[in-house]
DNA sequence: TTCGAAAATGTAATCGATTACACTAAAGTA
DNA sequence: TACTTTAGTGTAATCGATTACATTTTCGAA
């Protein structure tokens, strides 16, 4: 046994009078062993309870099995459920899951990429922070050879896979759903429009709008944050203006909430005065007295499908020459605070 | 430079015509060398752009700075919370923190602790399964002389920390804050007592009871599982009885909400004729239009107690010797479903 | 029986660092 | 001056596996 007492192949070696090599091409199902010579090393293996050391293995090999996955924040219900979504399809197939945060920062961001390089990860699965511009720090994975995926929030990176959801559709699909329930002054609360992600979702807006020739007013477009405070803000914003809403699509559950309570406050009827979608399908919004229409993402499959392309590229002979791009479809999961007339929930369509 | 394009030592030392050793002991601050050496040794490798392999570094000294965390989901609002706050207080001081879900289920919870140990984890956190009796997969961590920290749900092992909440004076607190609302017939919803901290809060209501003389109904008492309609089926099991309840203390904050939504259906008013307290202070909890008293166990904070917990443990001289037992105060978030009488949140206090 | 091909096994380098031990050179001491 | 001490550096083993290349064994064909 070694120092740390755990059995290497040497012991199984000492043990036979074989070579190391040889137990290793036994352990390792080369042909190159006789039928003898293998049962007994795996016999021996067993029965001196020998665990390969996945250490040595990754020094030589330069694969450690551990992957890296970089988000904002881990407790964030969507992040959470993409990560468990990544992990239980590449834990089977002998995969670490390493976690990391940025906390929104793209320092952090550099510096958690840097430390994962450093650590010899077999791939990057990650969701750019909101202050991410300069992008030397992804593209110093590429450089590194290491696969990258991007989900959610991504950066256009030649040579780099995605898997998104379609938010333009999302946002197409949301502001539709409140047209057809005659809704004509549709305010919409957008996030950052730095991000990709609530550029599409407002775009979304803004042609579902064109699509149905309702004239588009600039006054009820409003830029908040993930706060509740925000949209109740944007609602008080809104009915400072002559002409009153009658629905407003926010990119953001926790807006569309605010805007709720303060639509409440102010004793505007929700749905029948005015209708209220969100994006993200929080937990909460289906838990409320009155539930909110929403958009899922469907996160844990978003995971899932990160991982499978992650395990397609590894697999590809020809490195690095195809970049896949998933489009996952949105779904309107429609509730109360939108839904008039009893419609049922509506699910879009995937684009790969 | 190595076969992967990676700067080693030996690429120093070749530059330098001196010998790994020397570069080693400069890069490494030994005062083994000259001054002379180390600053031309330290130049050289900034120049190169030397990093220092971790795992040819982790295969000699044993040590990988990684850690594991085991949980039975990771997107669940609390197991997420406190993996933040282990991945706050860890990454800081070099570590890397890998996440591996047990779906409640021993099985798999045996399976990820052994290939957790099998890539030489420098520590294991852990919140065992529900379904998790037998402990010889949890002791055989001890058995490789892997620290091991429980938070939250743990097993009574001796020479294993923990950072668990108070269980108990959480539901001390709630049932106790439910009986200064005037209620006298307190119902409870426990969870499975077959885990520890549903039985504490289960103690806690019935010490609270008797504290303040109220008679114990064992009618009042039900297992539900943390599921919206295990609570409503036990509303509808209470209204059954004959004489009325006037207030649920649930240690699921989803089995809360479904008891408050059958309660609605009834048309029972809350608080007015039944107060409600869950457990968990999840998000939810508070974003509803009428926002659920519930008590918070502080995961972030848990999180990074039992970090903290974790370096003291490698620091100390004599190892295995202390176990340490953190128990931190819940705290009671008093919100409008049991607040008859607009009083303010309360603290708990700790123990250590 | 003998030779050659194929099968089985062994030797030793390698992955990239650390470090015990050996050695040289310079400085201090008697 | 001669001898000891110490600072600085080098050699080579080590962590635990894989594998190219070398060598030995086995077995069939002539």
Redesign the pocket.
């Known amino acids: 046994m070694?120092?740390?007492g755990?059995v290497?192949?040497?012991d199984i070696s000492k043990q036979l009078?074989?070579?190391?090599?040889?137990v290793?091409?036994a352990?390792?199902n080369s042909?190159?062993?006789?039928?003898?010579?293998r049962d007994l090393v795996l016999k021996t293996a067993k029965e001196l309870n020998?665990?390969?050391?996945s250490?040595?293995?990754a020094?030589?090999?330069g694969k450690t099995n551990n992957i890296g996955v970089v988000v904002p924040y881990i407790n964030h219900s969507f992040f959470a459920s993409v990560i468990r979504g990544i992990e239980e399809e590449l834990t089977p197939v002998g995969y670490h899951v390493i976690i990391c945060q940025t906390h929104e920062n793209v320092e952090n961001e550099a510096k958690q990429i840097q430390t994962l390089l450093n650590t010899h990860i077999d791939g990057i699965f990650m969701s750019v922070s909101k202050t991410t511009q300069d992008i030397d720090h992804i593209t110093n994975i590429l450089n590194n050879n290491v696969p990258l995926i991007f989900f959610d929030r991504k950066k256009e990176i030649t040579g780099v896979s995605s898997v998104t959801i379609d938010d333009f559709q999302g946002g197409f699909m949301a502001t539709e759903h409140l047209i057809k329930q005659g809704c004509k002054r549709i305010a919409h609360l957008s996030g950052d429009l730095n991000l990709d992600i609530y550029l599409k979702r407002y775009e979304g807006y803004l042609d579902a709008l064109k699509a149905y020739n309702i004239p588009i007013d600039r006054d009820l477009i409003i830029e908040v944050n993930s706060k509740l405070e925000s949209g109740a803000v944007a609602v008080q914003q809104l009915y400072n203006l002559p002409k009153k809403i009658d629905a407003i699509f926010s990119s953001s559950d926790y807006a569309a909430l605010g805007a709720i309570q303060e639509l409440r406050a102010r004793e505007v009827k929700i749905p029948d005065e005015v209708c209220v979608v969100g994006f993200s399908n929080e937990p909460f919004t289906q838990y409320m007295e009155m539930p909110i229409t929403s958009v899922n993402q469907t996160p844990v499959l978003m995971g899932k499908i990160a991982a499978q392309v992650f395990l397609e590229q590894i697999n590809e002979k020809k490195r690095m020459t195809v970049e896949k791009k998933v489009v996952l479809a949105p779904e309107l999961c429609i509730r109360n605070s939108s839904n008039k007339s009893k419609i049922e929930t509506k699910k879009g369509k995937v684009r790969i």
């Not at 009078?17 to 040889?22: E, F, G, L, M, N």
């Not at 042909?31 to 010579?37: G, P, Y």
């Not at 020998?50 to 050391?53: G, I, P």
Request: aromatic letters at 6%; glycine letters at 0%; proline letters at 0%.
């Open positions: 070694s120092q740390k755990n290497t192949i040497y009078k074989i070579s190391t090599a040889t290793s091409r352990l390792n042909d190159r062993v006789s039928q003898k010579t020998y665990q390969q050391n250490l040595a293995l020094l030589k090999s």
